[in-house]
């Protein structure tokens, strides 16, 4: 049975609500699935005064429970075409495991969400991924076996790099049943590869 780790930072809740996607769709398959976040290093004020999600039940992840997962699917939102702050700080902080080779062969995975449908979804995913290909992970995407990103009928995120969902400009739109599904898919194809790999 292949473990498998879903990663995220979610300020307002849309990736946290992604995040259950991946894991569902990874859970499908019988895999083994935690679901942790990382540290908020945001002033705790600061956060409550813009809203934060500030009530997620999801532990706080250590960078020393990565090398404990075959698969690893790492999620936050865009930051001007890049992801998070918090993010960043987090894997910044694995130079031990890439050092050892801790995740080397281990699969890997992104997912991600910005305010509008041209707020740098694509880069965000690129700059996920480099991290995990610098620690030598196989990466699976989100491919067009999941239709519905190719949706021209309504507005819809996913892309072949990984599953997103777009939050609207003051983040009141939730991720639609399209997206979630390409969570759900990716997420299931994780699980089945680690399983092939490790199993």
Do not use: C
Request: no cysteine; glycine share 12%.
């Amino acid at each position: 049975m292949a473990k498998v780790l879903v990663l995220y930072y979610s300020t307002y809740g849309h990736i946290e609500t992604l995040a259950n996607a991946v894991a569902e769709g990874a859970r499908s398959t019988g895999a083994h699935v935690d679901i942790k976040r990382v540290p908020e290093t945001v002033p705790e004020e600061v956060a409550k005064n813009a809203h934060f999600k500030l009530d997620q039940v999801a532990p706080v992840a250590s960078v020393a429970d990565l090398e404990h997962y075959d698969a690893i699917v790492v999620g936050t939102g865009t930051r001007f075409g890049r992801m998070s702050s918090q993010m960043a700080a987090f894997l910044d902080q694995a130079g031990g495991l890439w050092a050892r080779g801790a995740l080397n062969g281990k699969v890997g995975g992104a997912f991600t969400s910005s305010a509008t449908q041209h707020g740098g979804q694509e880069t965000t995913l690129f700059s996920i991924i480099t991290n995990l290909f610098h620690f030598g992970m196989t990466i699976v995407g989100l491919p067009y076996s999941h239709q519905g990103q190719m949706s021209v009928t309504e507005i819809v995120g996913g892309a072949p790099y990984g599953a997103t969902t777009i939050a609207g400009a003051d983040g009141s739109r939730q991720p639609s049943e399209i997206e979630l599904s390409g969570a759900r898919h990716q997420g299931e194809l994780i699980a089945k590869t680690a399983a092939k790999l490790f199993g």
